[in-house]
């Protein structure tokens, strides 16, 4: 009889369940589900760095996740499933009531976006980042050594002072504020009161300041300086974290009915989508784990022994136990990948969107097949002619910052630019510009952790354009001048989530013996050219040179 790990990946606009065999590591079956409200653009206002997503968009798209798995899975196969473990982006925060309950659930808080999950890419709170970051380095102890050195907007504290200080009817209600990886997993098995919560080492190490160095969080005193709105928060955190190949309890009767899954099946503790991600990659010292989508996350792992006292610099965090047991888990990233790509399609899509149907002579249903059809190809047309264009020929430089900077050194009121543009500048020769921007702001956090003592010999690359693009792909590697493993798995963060549901529910005894038999195994490798390579280096000078330029506050 076969045994199965469920693993679910709460991404940017969607949640995947995959159910894998826990014996042979096939991937017997997966479903994906949109949130409803997040498709509909409710809550958000981009023009304001505003995204936030409703936790009910969460909890529906879990029930309608799992019928459609059931449904693609063979007969009985929910009877078999022997332990559950979920990802999801951060930090990706909300406040909860005394109950543990966030407030968007709530009749009186149901439509108001400061109570709902404020997203990973939401940058509202770039002032109180700041804030965060100075009171850090004026007090005695440092307490973001181990996270960089400074605090991003796109984190925990800094979003939720943003919404203490802009909405003092969320400010009433909240005790506390819980990250989407603990929360989901606390809806789960019954743990959501404050009494019973316990938070996974990922979330905390990475996103709020936790470390062992100083026995859990920060001082209340720390956090009042900042702001006496954040007077007794921290107290409400229990320390007590703990890594994702642990048992945080079962599957309640509810949750079991719903889900159409046997009552009390263990569920392992949460933790952010590209840390299990780097998992299903078989990541270990020496190579870094890129999970690259609309924008990138970077992981590695190193020895304690290797590491030593050293903090690294610019980074989102090296903490013990965040990735796999046993091992330091540092993290990097950028904040717009993917992302910078389609806002240029975006930008090229205006006059067919908005011009084409004022003119078209056919009729609306011929010209919105036909807008969708060139929205389709765009980018895949555009990947054909910019891949033809020789190397550095265009001389245009471009920064990969249109959503800020995650690493290295974060700052997210930083903005991309583009320069050398000229009256021959095409279409073709921007958006190549723009892909080796996003490649050499890679290459920055590649060569951040190499200075900083942490060695990258090789790189894996899971995640959706890494098998959408060879033009990308091969890019990168030139740039980055070293291999780069593609995973053949087509959902490699549910994948790592159910590689520790296998462990949580005893079907392997560690994650080491889980990944042997489960983990992805690669589907395509991109070897640099020496030739694009060597052109590379002199480009990625002019690129450093226009960051420091827009780093200065000149534009």
């Known amino acids: 009889?076969?045994?199965?790990?469920?693993?679910?990946?709460?991404?940017?606009?969607?949640?995947?369940?995959?159910?894998?065999?826990?014996?042979?590591?096939?991937?017997?079956?997966?479903?994906?589900?949109?949130?409803?409200?997040?498709?509909?653009?409710?809550?958000?206002?981009?023009?304001?760095?505003?995204?936030?997503?409703?936790?009910?968009?969460?909890?529906?798209?879990?029930?309608?996740?799992?019928?459609?798995?059931?449904?693609?899975?063979?007969?009985?196969?929910?009877?078999?499933?022997?332990?559950?473990?979920?990802?999801?982006?951060?930090?990706?925060?909300?406040?909860?009531?005394?109950?543990?309950?966030?407030?968007?659930?709530?009749?009186?808080?149901?439509?108001?976006?400061?109570?709902?999950?404020?997203?990973?890419?939401?940058?509202?709170?770039?002032?109180?980042?700041?804030?965060?970051?100075a009171a850090a380095n004026a007090a005695s102890v440092n307490y973001l050594k181990h996270m960089g050195g400074i605090y991003s907007s796109e984190w925990y504290w800094a979003k939720a002072l943003h919404v203490l200080r802009q909405d003092p009817e969320v400010r009433d209600a909240a005790y506390s504020w819980v990250e989407h990886c603990d929360w989901l997993t606390a809806e789960l098995t019954a743990t959501t009161h404050p009494d019973k919560f316990v938070m996974g080492r990922c979330a905390a190490g990475h996103k709020q300041m936790w470390n062992a160095e100083w026995d859990g969080f920060p001082p209340n005193s720390f956090f009042t300086s900042i702001d006496p709105l954040l007077d007794g928060l921290?107290?409400?955190?229990?320390?007590?974290?703990?890594?994702?190949?642990?048992?945080?309890?079962?599957?309640?009767?509810?949750?079991?009915?719903?889900?159409?899954?046997p009552t009390g099946i263990p569920v392992g503790y949460g933790a952010f989508d590209c840390h299990m991600g780097a998992v299903a990659a078989s990541v270990k010292p020496g190579v870094l784990t890129k999970v690259m989508g609309t924008s990138t996350c970077d992981i590695t792992v190193t020895s304690k022994q290797q590491l030593g006292e050293r903090c690294v610099k610019g980074i989102c965090g090296q903490v013990d136990g965040s990735v796999l047991p046993g091992m330091i888990?540092?993290?990097?990233?950028?904040?717009?990948?993917?992302?910078?790509?389609?806002?240029?399609?975006?930008?090229?899509?205006?006059?067919?969107?908005?011009?084409?149907?004022?003119?078209?002579?056919?009729?609306?249903?011929?010209?919105?097949?036909?807008?969708?059809?060139?929205?389709?190809?765009?980018?895949?047309?555009?990947?054909?002619?910019?891949?033809a264009v020789p190397v550095g020929s265009s001389r245009i430089t471009a920064l990969d910052w249109v959503n800020g900077r995650r690493t290295p050194d974060a700052d997210q009121s930083v903005s991309m630019a583009i320069s050398g543009l000229k009256m021959g500048s095409e279409a073709p020769h921007i958006f190549r510009a723009l892909v080796e921007a996003t490649a050499f702001g890679s290459r920055a956090i590649t060569e951040r952790f190499r200075d900083e003592g942490v060695p990258v010999e090789s790189v894996v690359v899971i995640g959706g354009i890494s098998k959408k693009s060879d033009f990308v792909m091969q890019t990168c590697a030139d740039v980055w001048n070293c291999p780069i493993d593609v995973l053949e798995s087509e959902q490699s963060c549910a994948l790592g989530a159910a590689i520790f549901a296998a462990v949580v529910g005893g079907a392997h005894a560690t994650v080491a013996e889980a990944q042997a038999v489960m983990a992805s195994p690669v589907y395509k490798t991109y070897l640099p050219n020496p030739e694009h390579a060597a052109l590379y280096d002199?480009?990625?000078?002019?690129?450093?040179s226009l960051g420091d330029y827009v780093n200065g506050g000149a534009v």
Not at 64 to 76: F, R
Not at 334 to 343: E, N, R
Not at 538 to 544: A, D, E, I, N
């Open 234 to 261: 921290v107290d409400t955190l229990n320390p007590n974290t703990q890594p994702a190949d642990q048992v945080a309890g079962q599957l309640t009767a509810d949750w079991a009915k719903r889900l159409g899954l």
């Open 329 to 387: 888990g540092l993290e990097a990233g950028q904040s717009a990948f993917g992302d910078l790509y389609a806002w240029f399609k975006n930008v090229l899509m205006w006059p067919v969107q908005q011009v084409l149907p004022s003119i078209a002579s056919q009729d609306p249903s011929s010209t919105n097949q036909l807008v969708e059809q060139i929205e389709q190809r765009i980018l895949v047309e555009l990947s054909y002619a910019a891949q």
């Open 538 to 544: 002199s480009l990625y000078k002019r690129y450093l």
């Open 1 to 133: 009889m076969s045994r199965y790990a469920l693993g679910l990946d709460y991404g940017t606009d969607s949640v995947r369940a995959l159910l894998v065999d826990t014996a042979t590591g096939q991937e017997v079956a997966s479903h994906l589900v949109l949130y409803p409200r997040w498709t509909e653009g409710l809550y958000c206002q981009p023009g304001k760095d505003q995204f936030r997503q409703h936790p009910q968009d969460y909890l529906d798209s879990l029930q309608l996740v799992l019928t459609g798995l059931w449904q693609n899975a063979p007969a009985g196969s929910a009877d078999n499933v022997v332990g559950i473990s979920i990802d999801t982006t951060g930090s990706t925060p909300v406040a909860v009531n005394e109950q543990g309950n966030p407030l968007a659930l709530t009749p009186e808080f149901s439509d108001n976006p400061n109570a709902m999950f404020v997203l990973w890419k939401d940058h509202t709170a770039i002032k109180e980042a700041a804030e965060i970051t």
